[in-house]
Protein backbone atom coordinates (compact mmCIF):
# COMPACT_ATOMS: atom_id res chain seq x y z
CA UNK A 1 0.00 0.00 0.00
CA UNK A 2 2.91 2.42 1.06
CA UNK A 3 5.86 2.67 3.13
CA UNK A 4 5.94 1.93 7.07
CA UNK A 5 5.08 5.48 8.95
CA UNK A 6 4.85 6.40 12.09
CA UNK A 7 1.40 9.21 13.02
CA UNK A 8 1.22 11.76 16.27
CA UNK A 9 -2.91 10.78 16.82
CA UNK A 10 -5.09 13.61 18.32
CA UNK A 11 -7.38 12.06 20.87
CA UNK A 12 -9.39 14.98 22.13
CA UNK A 13 -6.86 17.21 23.72
CA UNK A 14 -4.28 14.50 24.05
CA UNK A 15 -2.35 12.59 21.72
CA UNK A 16 -0.99 8.88 20.71
CA UNK A 17 1.21 7.11 18.82
CA UNK A 18 -0.06 4.79 16.22
CA UNK A 19 2.40 2.84 13.73
CA UNK A 20 1.36 1.09 10.20
CA UNK A 21 3.41 -1.99 9.06
CA UNK A 22 2.38 -2.67 5.57
CA UNK A 23 1.86 -6.01 3.85
CA UNK A 24 4.81 -7.42 3.09
CA UNK A 25 3.78 -10.23 0.50
CA UNK A 26 0.85 -10.27 -1.72
CA UNK A 27 -1.67 -7.76 0.00
CA UNK A 28 -5.32 -8.28 0.43
CA UNK A 29 -6.80 -5.41 -1.74
CA UNK A 30 -6.07 -2.74 0.63
CA UNK A 31 -7.54 -4.43 3.53
CA UNK A 32 -6.14 -2.79 6.96
CA UNK A 33 -6.37 -3.95 10.56
CA UNK A 34 -6.71 -1.37 13.25
CA UNK A 35 -4.78 -3.71 16.08
CA UNK A 36 -4.94 -2.97 19.98
CA UNK A 37 -2.73 -4.16 22.13
CA UNK A 38 -3.74 -5.46 25.86
CA UNK A 39 -4.36 -4.22 29.02
CA UNK A 40 -0.48 -4.77 29.84
CA UNK A 41 1.12 -4.38 26.18
CA UNK A 42 2.07 -1.40 24.35
CA UNK A 43 2.16 -0.80 20.22
CA UNK A 44 5.80 -2.24 21.03
CA UNK A 45 5.54 -5.06 23.23
CA UNK A 46 6.77 -8.54 21.92
CA UNK A 47 3.30 -10.19 21.19
CA UNK A 48 1.55 -7.10 19.30
CA UNK A 49 4.90 -7.08 17.08
CA UNK A 50 4.81 -10.55 16.63
CA UNK A 51 1.52 -10.43 15.47
CA UNK A 52 1.95 -7.52 13.07
CA UNK A 53 4.91 -9.14 11.65
CA UNK A 54 2.95 -12.94 11.10
CA UNK A 55 0.11 -10.72 9.50
CA UNK A 56 2.32 -8.56 7.39
CA UNK A 57 3.90 -11.54 5.61
CA UNK A 58 0.03 -12.97 4.53
CA UNK A 59 -1.06 -9.72 2.98
CA UNK A 60 -2.65 -7.87 6.18
CA UNK A 61 -2.00 -4.04 6.88
CA UNK A 62 -1.49 -3.13 10.33
CA UNK A 63 -1.54 -0.02 12.03
CA UNK A 64 -0.90 -0.54 15.49
CA UNK A 65 -1.37 2.68 18.52
CA UNK A 66 -0.76 2.85 22.06
CA UNK A 67 -4.24 3.82 24.28
CA UNK A 68 -3.64 7.04 25.94
CA UNK A 69 -2.30 5.30 29.01
CA UNK A 70 0.24 3.62 27.75
CA UNK A 71 1.15 6.42 26.17
CA UNK A 72 1.55 8.38 29.01
CA UNK A 73 3.46 5.56 30.54
CA UNK A 74 0.57 4.46 33.17
CA UNK A 75 -0.35 0.63 33.82
CA UNK A 76 -3.99 1.17 34.72
CA UNK A 77 -6.00 0.98 31.58
CA UNK A 78 -8.59 4.00 30.93
CA UNK A 79 -12.31 3.15 31.09
CA UNK A 80 -13.74 1.60 27.96
CA UNK A 81 -15.33 5.02 26.70
CA UNK A 82 -11.85 6.66 26.84
CA UNK A 83 -10.44 3.19 25.28
CA UNK A 84 -13.07 3.41 22.60
CA UNK A 85 -12.29 7.36 22.01
CA UNK A 86 -8.94 7.03 21.53
CA UNK A 87 -9.43 3.77 19.01
CA UNK A 88 -11.81 5.71 16.91
CA UNK A 89 -9.21 8.25 16.92
CA UNK A 90 -6.41 6.11 15.46
CA UNK A 91 -9.11 4.77 13.08
CA UNK A 92 -10.05 8.08 11.49
CA UNK A 93 -6.26 8.64 11.00
CA UNK A 94 -5.94 5.27 9.13
CA UNK A 95 -8.84 6.21 6.90
CA UNK A 96 -7.50 9.52 6.33
CA UNK A 97 -3.78 8.23 5.63
CA UNK A 98 -4.75 4.88 4.04
CA UNK A 99 -7.75 5.11 2.21
CA UNK A 100 -8.38 1.21 3.08
CA UNK A 101 -10.50 -0.80 0.78
CA UNK A 102 -11.25 -2.89 3.67
CA UNK A 103 -11.12 -1.80 7.51
CA UNK A 104 -10.93 -4.46 10.10
CA UNK A 105 -11.03 -3.22 14.18
CA UNK A 106 -10.49 -5.12 16.78
CA UNK A 107 -6.89 -6.36 18.72
CA UNK A 108 -5.60 -8.54 21.37
CA UNK A 109 -7.43 -9.47 24.93
CA UNK A 110 -8.33 -6.03 26.06
CA UNK A 111 -8.11 -4.16 23.26
CA UNK A 112 -9.90 -6.85 21.24
CA UNK A 113 -12.68 -6.35 23.51
CA UNK A 114 -12.50 -2.52 22.78
CA UNK A 115 -13.42 -3.13 19.39
CA UNK A 116 -15.92 -5.51 19.80
CA UNK A 117 -17.97 -3.15 22.19
CA UNK A 118 -17.45 -0.91 19.56
CA UNK A 119 -18.65 -3.14 16.67
CA UNK A 120 -21.75 -3.82 18.80
CA UNK A 121 -22.41 -0.04 18.64
CA UNK A 122 -22.46 -0.11 14.97
CA UNK A 123 -19.43 1.68 14.22
CA UNK A 124 -18.28 1.36 10.96
CA UNK A 125 -15.90 -1.23 10.07
CA UNK A 126 -16.07 -3.98 7.57
CA UNK A 127 -14.58 -7.01 10.75
CA UNK A 128 -13.62 -7.75 13.54
CA UNK A 129 -10.31 -9.93 14.42
CA UNK A 130 -9.90 -11.08 17.60
CA UNK A 131 -7.46 -12.63 19.63
CA UNK A 132 -7.32 -13.72 23.23
CA UNK A 133 -11.20 -12.36 23.58
CA UNK A 134 -11.19 -11.56 27.64
CA UNK A 135 -14.55 -13.98 27.89
CA UNK A 136 -13.90 -13.42 31.98
CA UNK A 137 -11.05 -12.96 34.37
CA UNK A 138 -9.14 -15.70 35.51
CA UNK A 139 -10.52 -17.97 37.77
CA UNK A 140 -13.92 -15.78 37.57
CA UNK A 141 -16.29 -17.82 34.91
CA UNK A 142 -19.38 -15.99 36.29
CA UNK A 143 -18.07 -12.50 35.24
CA UNK A 144 -18.85 -12.62 31.74
CA UNK A 145 -18.07 -10.31 28.96
CA UNK A 146 -20.71 -10.90 27.06
CA UNK A 147 -23.40 -8.88 27.14
CA UNK A 148 -22.75 -7.19 23.77
CA UNK A 149 -21.70 -9.93 21.87
CA UNK A 150 -25.33 -10.42 20.36
CA UNK A 151 -25.41 -7.34 18.78
CA UNK A 152 -22.41 -7.76 16.88
CA UNK A 153 -23.21 -7.65 13.08
CA UNK A 154 -19.59 -7.46 11.44
CA UNK A 155 -17.92 -10.86 10.50
CA UNK A 156 -16.03 -11.79 13.38
CA UNK A 157 -13.01 -14.12 13.08
CA UNK A 158 -11.81 -15.05 16.90
CA UNK A 159 -8.89 -17.13 18.03
CA UNK A 160 -8.48 -18.23 21.88
CA UNK A 161 -5.97 -20.82 23.13
CA UNK A 162 -7.50 -24.47 24.53
CA UNK A 163 -5.30 -23.54 27.61
CA UNK A 164 -6.58 -19.66 27.72
CA UNK A 165 -7.57 -18.82 31.70
CA UNK A 166 -9.33 -15.44 30.68
CA UNK A 167 -11.78 -17.95 27.86
CA UNK A 168 -13.05 -21.44 29.07
CA UNK A 169 -14.28 -23.05 25.51
CA UNK A 170 -17.34 -24.43 26.95
CA UNK A 171 -18.52 -21.35 28.37
CA UNK A 172 -17.64 -19.05 24.73
CA UNK A 173 -19.32 -21.65 22.78
CA UNK A 174 -22.48 -20.55 25.06
CA UNK A 175 -22.07 -17.01 24.71
CA UNK A 176 -21.97 -17.88 21.27
CA UNK A 177 -25.21 -19.63 20.80
CA UNK A 178 -27.39 -16.20 20.93
CA UNK A 179 -24.71 -14.38 18.27
CA UNK A 180 -25.91 -13.87 15.10
CA UNK A 181 -23.22 -12.62 13.12
CA UNK A 182 -20.83 -14.43 11.25
CA UNK A 183 -18.54 -15.25 13.70
CA UNK A 184 -15.79 -17.76 13.14
CA UNK A 185 -14.33 -19.33 16.34
CA UNK A 186 -10.88 -20.84 15.96
CA UNK A 187 -9.24 -22.50 18.82
CA UNK A 188 -5.40 -23.32 19.08
CA UNK A 189 -4.55 -26.35 20.55
CA UNK A 190 -2.56 -25.94 23.65
CA UNK A 191 -2.20 -22.54 23.54
CA UNK A 192 -2.62 -20.04 26.23
CA UNK A 193 -3.59 -16.27 26.58
CA UNK A 194 -0.17 -15.19 25.12
CA UNK A 195 -0.44 -18.00 22.28
CA UNK A 196 2.50 -19.95 23.88
CA UNK A 197 2.29 -23.37 23.45
CA UNK A 198 4.47 -25.93 25.27
CA UNK A 199 6.92 -28.18 23.44
CA UNK A 200 5.19 -31.22 24.35
CA UNK A 201 2.15 -29.46 21.83
CA UNK A 202 5.00 -30.39 19.03
CA UNK A 203 4.71 -26.83 17.49
CA UNK A 204 6.27 -23.77 18.35
CA UNK A 205 4.96 -20.20 18.93
CA UNK A 206 6.57 -19.00 15.36
CA UNK A 207 4.43 -22.01 14.31
CA UNK A 208 0.87 -21.24 15.61
CA UNK A 209 1.58 -17.16 14.47
CA UNK A 210 1.94 -18.41 11.38
CA UNK A 211 -1.48 -20.71 11.07
CA UNK A 212 -3.12 -18.32 12.95
CA UNK A 213 -1.71 -15.20 9.80
CA UNK A 214 -2.75 -18.32 7.21
CA UNK A 215 -6.35 -18.08 8.91
CA UNK A 216 -6.58 -14.91 9.08
CA UNK A 217 -5.64 -14.08 5.33
CA UNK A 218 -8.25 -17.06 4.35
CA UNK A 219 -11.05 -14.94 6.42
CA UNK A 220 -10.10 -11.70 4.75
CA UNK A 221 -9.73 -12.86 1.43
CA UNK A 222 -13.75 -14.41 1.78
CA UNK A 223 -14.39 -10.60 2.78
CA UNK A 224 -13.57 -8.78 -0.79
Excluded at 76 to 94: G, H, K, N, T
Aim: hydrophobic share 35%.
Amino acid sequence: MTSSARWEVAVGDSRTTAVFDPATNDEIERSVFVCAHGAGGSLSDRSTVSLAKALTAHGVNVVRFNFLYKERGSGRPDPMPRLEECFSAVVDRSREELSPGKLIIGGRSMGGRAGSMMASKGFDCDGLLLFAYPLHPPGQPEKLRDAHLPSISVPVLCFSGTRDPFCTPALMEKALEPVSTDWDMEWVESADHSFHVPKSSGRNDAQVLEEVAAKTQAWLKRLQ
